[in-house]
């Protein structure tokens, strides 16, 4: 039966089955360095398995060396510039341009830039057990591995 | 033990385990009526359980009414205008605007302009038994119900 597996819960019959969200009707979440439009989680439909949020980053900032232990995840930028990190490997990532990572994977989006980046990010499953995200920025090699 | 549950393939370990891709990497599938842009799916990277594809949709073509038996699905649009419908719901999408679509339920994608409709589609899971897509446009009363 669907809603007992393990790491997923029962669905909330108060939310709806399906949503059409705008970018006006995201749920935002405000950082001093980024904020978050939330498009879809477990807490705005019935029964979704997928995160999906916005970000937009502001000039010379940083989500620094992170992983997501039970989750993959896509980025896609749609505007701007990132300096995106994955282990010891950098590329310049551009409008169009998406990263996949399996859940696990050390990476940091840096906006080496006076733009503004927007990206999506998507990740999956959306319902786990333990942190989502497990930061490493104050860790070695990673505190030292940006020039 | 990881990739022996029901639906879920062995990794491939000749994939790569992260992959970046830009927009002219994409695997790309041609239509008559849209054409398809493959960022991310099982034959791309070792062990992904999320498909990420951008569609550019010709003016005045459609993904007529159809359903995922299996799949979640988030829309996303970049450019142009969908006249979106799910169920007997149509909603117009501009650029910045998501749907949120579990799995069975019908809808349909017509760009009912002159413009290029170019729009990115998550779906989840990547993996599953029986047809990825049920089309229903020749069924009533999905056959009758645009005006």
């Given at each position: 039966m669907r809603g007992t597996a393990k790491n997923r819960a029962m669905p909330?019959?108060?939310?709806?089955?399906w949503r059409f969200v705008t970018f006006e009707e995201t749920i935002v979440e405000t950082f001093p360095n980024k904020s978050h439009f939330w498009y879809n989680r477990p807490d705005m439909v019935r029964d979704t398995n997928v995160l999906f949020v916005r970000c937009k980053m502001k000039p010379w900032q940083a989500h620094k060396f992170h992983h997501h232990p039970n989750m993959e995840e896509i980025l896609y930028v749609l505007s701007g510039t990132a300096e995106q990190w994955v282990e010891r490997e950098c590329r310049i990532m551009k409008p169009g341009d998406s990263l996949y990572l399996p859940a696990g994977l050390i990476h940091g989006t840096y906006n080496n830039s006076a733009e503004e980046l927007d990206f999506l990010a998507v990740l999956a499953p959306a319902k786990s057990e333990g942190p989502g995200t497990v930061d490493v920025s104050e860790e070695e090699p990673w505190k030292s591995l940006r020039p």
């Open positions: 909330d019959s108060s939310l709806p089955a």
